[in-house]
């Protein structure tokens, strides 16, 4: 009942800060069309004028895929050059949205406002930080270590499989343990950072290992509450992906019908964001409300 | 019936037969090579003990001293093989072994008929080069005396071979096997040139002589074998433990056999009244200038070894095989064989997408889609080799498109003829993603042309296997670029004469060893034209093809120019304002006299550039079309000797677009974005991809954002 009453709230608080959707969408999309820009500026070079370029508005085709390919095939080594300082950028723009999400969230009373989410995105940009190198190092550690001795009976299975089917079934089941050890992880982390919000700590260590004895109290529960968002994320998911599949291939109306529902669908996941985050709130304060703070930290 | 008239008959038969795809008979004689071979597989040892009797005649005029044999699994024996060498210089695409998992063969024994021991002659050769000293893939004994033209060598040998883990499509994974490359076989003597055997490279494949196989496999009693050639009988020994099964086939060059207890063994007929309709046999006869009953089709047993959880796409096999019998039946030639035998590989032995005579491995997924051409794909291709390794046997090692290229160009043709389009399959732990995903779909020939454009100016197609830059430059010129060479080749001659020309390569060269110059020999023949040229560009060239649009301006053609003129004894300035003055107006001011005014004309200037180094030639020209924007066009051609060629057209509309080589003839063009120009951009497409590329990078922020 605690879990679904922290999931009603969830959706509720989730549902009520549409403005931080609106913020993250347009923040996302900002980013990926910088990205995507070079990829454009190349096609409005070499397409945009050629009759070959009205083949990209009806599809993927061989043959305007390989004239690129062709151009520009001396790119390809650059391209971890590139991509790196990206993700470093979007980490730390990510870091930074964090902030303002869970800021604005935990303000349940209040309106979100463009001053108020930068106000807290920066407020707890250097705390989510120390979260975020933390988290890398215990992801390495982890999935370094733990990792391979979770691997170690899978790799056995797969070595002595008899069909392929052997070498499906342990590479699914091994995939489907380290996602939700993955899972385990993440959700320690979201509730550190929730936390750190919430207690508006600036100790990131002390408040992991705090929030590490918060979950061992109630750890099944967490991860429940935290299982069911990710089946929300599943199902949205998958009804895309069954509407997007129906969509005409042409046609200039269904291709912006069609790109519509791409764009519903990032939404979609990034509200999930939300619920995951302001779910995981109630959750903990439903928790320290009723066993007090200090009892579950002795606990 | 007047002999004159059936002399008239027979003649005008003769000319329309010359005047389409002569069908000339292919090499008929004997064999040169006989091999009966009896074999026993030590299942838990992991090893072949064989005994192999070959009869070798001397068809040449010269007097031979020697013979030299392929002993491949000695390329599997250490690292100091030719094989390993060349790998070693591959970073992704080289071959490793685990420890245990080597693989060799020793000849224990090699005696004449009359008991002569050749076996202290025995001795290692390395001929090619670079060389690989240490390589054990070629032997050779000697003579005690030379073999005269006309004379028969009678050997016998005895072998040992160690079964390698599977590597390069033979070996053993548990108790599933796939044994290619197997016996001691003899090189090729080519008279003039000595014994042609190469040694086993990592991007070659073989080369041998046709011969009459008699092949005795002795397995375990619970495994099921599948081989090469009519299985005639099986044998079970007296306790019951072991089966010896006898294949049989003439006119091969290769022998190769699986054993796995796990096969599923099934058996179809060909039946060829009930795939072709007597509808079909006219189209393509007509096609190919040939009477339609000489193109009718035999029936053929079909054999599939599958493996149980494959079992589901069992018709799908069956299906793809029965197109491919059909359509390289109907277009190339009749299959000859009385067999042939489909093989899904035995797990793990590596040994799928492998063509040997009348059998050959195909390969899929405990998963498959309907919209992805896996396994269809493979098993059209695989069987195709049988027509153009198996038949059209031509020298592997040297020349290697001969069969990869046409067979890819083949393949290409018959799977669209069969299914259209088919989809790309990535999948996922065996889940293939098009189940949940729309991927694009291709033509091969599109899939080729992106191959062939990206390797184009490393090797030349006709490179011996093993002296290309690399393994990927080997793949892509020798599949794809030839198979797109060959697709261009295609749309400048046509359809049809392009299938004259395969046929008739194919039936001229049936049971013989063709080399590149037999194939353009053909081209020319069937073509009426020297078609040589094409071949130094593409084939034995590296030069890369692209000829498009430098510029393209189209403007409103300026009525006068501009300058003091001379008119009625005066000086007068035509300036740029009276230039642009209607024509009647200014033709006022320049010669005094008052004009008809006239519709406004416009220039259209268009340059066209030869970008690359390839160049048209043989009297073919490339078509420049420009569409004006009243509707009309106009063309010209360019031979494109030259760097560059210029034309003018001055219409009463301005152009909208320009377009060399509209009905995309020169597939092989690098560059096909800078074959057309328009003058209104259009950028429907480029929103629509840039959409999608958002999209793809959204999501996977998203996935990143996960970590943070």
Redesign the interface.
Known sequence: MEILIALSRGFQTAGKKTRLLLYLWLVYFLFSLFIAAPLCALLEKDFSRSVLGETIFRGSDLLWIGDLLYQYQNLGPSFPFVLFPLAVAFFALHIFLNGGLIGRLAAEKENVRWPGFLRDAGKYFGRFSRVFFLSLFVYALVFGILGRLISAPFNLWMKNAQTGWGIFWASTLRFLIFLLLFSCLKMFFDYVKIRLVVEDSRKALRTSLSTFRFLKAGFFRAWMLFLLVGLVFLAVTGIYLLIAKGFPKSGTGSLFLAHLWEQTFIAARLWITMLFFSSEYHFLKSRLAHFGNRTIEEK | MPKALVSLISLCLAVRFLGGGQEVPAGTGSTPLKYEIWVELDDQAKILRGREEIVWKNTTSEAVSDMWFHLYWNAFKNEKSALFEESREESLLGIKTEKGGWGWIDLRRIVLADGTDLRPTLEFMTPDEPRHPEDQTVARVRFPAPLQPGEEAHLKIEFESKIPRPVLRTGYY?DSYFIAQWFPKPGVYQEGRGWNCHQYHLNSEFFADFATFIVHITVPARFVVGASGRQVRTVSSQDGKTITTTFVQDRIHDFAWTADPAFIRLERDFIADLEVTPEEYLEVAAKLGLPPESIRLPNIKMILLI???HRSQIERHFKALRAAIKYYGLWYGPYPYETITMVDPP?RTESGGMEYPTLFTAGT???TDRKVLNPEGVIIHEFGHGYWYGLVANNEFEEAWLDEGINTYSTGKVLAQAYGAGMFSPSV???PLAK?????V?YDY??D??GA??VAERDPITNPSWRFLSRTTYGLNVYQRASACLHTLERLLGENLMLRIMRMFQMRYRFRHPETGDFIAVVNEVSGRDMTWYFDEFFFSTLNFDYGIASFRTNKKKNLARGIFDRNGSKGEITEKDARKPRGEAADRESGEREERQDEMFLTRVVLRRFGEARIGGGFEIRLRVVFEDGTEDFKFWDGQSRWAKFVFERPSPAA?V?IDPERIWLID??????????K??????F????????W???S??F?????
Do not use: C, D, W
């Open positions: 548990r493996r149980p959880e797990f997924g405990i998963m732990f065996g889940f949940i995903f729309n991927f694009p291709y599109e899939l042309r992106l454009i990206l677009v377009e690098s560059n096909l974005a800078n074959n057309s120009r328009k003058t951009p259009s950028r429907a497409g480029i629509r991809l840039a959409a999608k590329a958002i999209f990078v959204q999501n922020l998203h990143l954002s996960a970590l943070s």
